[in-house]
Antibody, heavy 123, light 111 residues
Framework: EVQLLESGGGLVQPGGSLRLSCAASGFTFSSYAMSWVRQAPGKGLEWVSAISGSGDSTYYADSVKGRFTISRDNSKNTLYLQMDSLRAEDTALYYC????????????????WGQGTLVTVSS | QSVLTQPPSVSAAPGQKVTISCSGSSSNIGNNYVSWYRQLPGTAPKLLIYEKKNNRPSGIPDRFSGSKSGTSATLGITGLQTGDEADYYCGTWDSSLSAEVFGGGTRLTVL
């Protein structure tokens, strides 16, 4: 059974940093690309970042480019999102999601999602 | 402002059929595979339709269907049930942005 368990969320001041983690199990982690998708309170889904199965290729939404860094440790079956220079508008529930294939792009689709970890940016 | 455009809300009676549209462009829907997700209140999104892979994941009933024409995609739901009340999102890759994009979401109300 595929399981994705996010952690690392919390309350942080504007300009601060947080590192989210997503522990994966039930599938061959290195064979699939992974993404972070967020949802601000009462708002829709916003894709944040993706990384290929090998970790060689990364992609970011313009809203987080230069501030967030996605990475993965295939030996630990864990996905990460390092978030720096946080802003109030980054407040959201952050989901990790498993892709259908190893390469990010046209075949991207998310059949499995975690339950999310809440990030609140406020002074 | 979302890259993909969905109606904010739709409604229909139990047992009826409803369609939800998703409009994009040649850089996203026109040349990439579309997925549809359902999000029940307080839960994570769930994949309903994946255009490429046999349409529906296991466990998704055939009441749910997806279609695409040009730069627009449509989700169809037949035999509406009160349990179908949820937010529905379309998503696809945008080749110009090198980013996954979602529609703004459509709230379905089963009257």
């Amino acid at each position: 059974e595929v399981q994705l368990l996010e952690s690392g969320g919390g309350l942080v001041q504007p300009g601060g940093s947080l590192r989210l983690s997503c522990a994966a199990s039930g599938f061959t982690f290195s064979s699939y690309a992974m993404s972070w998708v967020r949802q601000a309170p009462g708002k829709g889904l916003e894709w944040v970042s993706a990384i290929s199965g090998s970790g060689d290729s990364t992609y970011y939404a313009d809203s987080v480019k230069g501030r967030f860094t996605i990475s993965r440790d295939n030996s630990k079956n864990t996905l990460y999102l390092q978030m720096d220079s946080l802003r109030a508008e980054d407040t959201a529930l952050y989901y990790c999601a498993k892709d259908e294939v190893a390469v990010v792009g046209t075949l991207t689709s998310f059949e499995y999602w975690g339950q999310g970890t809440l990030v609140t940016v406020s002074s | 402002q979302s890259v993909l455009t969905q109606p904010p809300s739709v409604s229909a009676a139990p047992g009826q059929k409803v369609t939800i549209s998703c409009s994009g462009s040649s850089s996203n829907i026109g040349n990439n595979y579309v997925s549809w997700y359902r999000q029940l209140p307080g839960t994570a999104p769930k994949l309903l339709i994946y255009e490429k892979k046999n349409n529906r994941p296991s466990g998704i009933p055939d009441r749910f269907s997806g279609s695409k024409s040009g730069t627009s995609a449509t989700l169809g739901i037949t035999g509406l049930q009160t349990g179908d009340e949820a937010d529905y999102y379309c998503g696809t890759w945008d080749s110009s942005l090198s980013a996954e994009v979602f529609g703004g979401g459509t709230r379905l109300t089963v009257l």
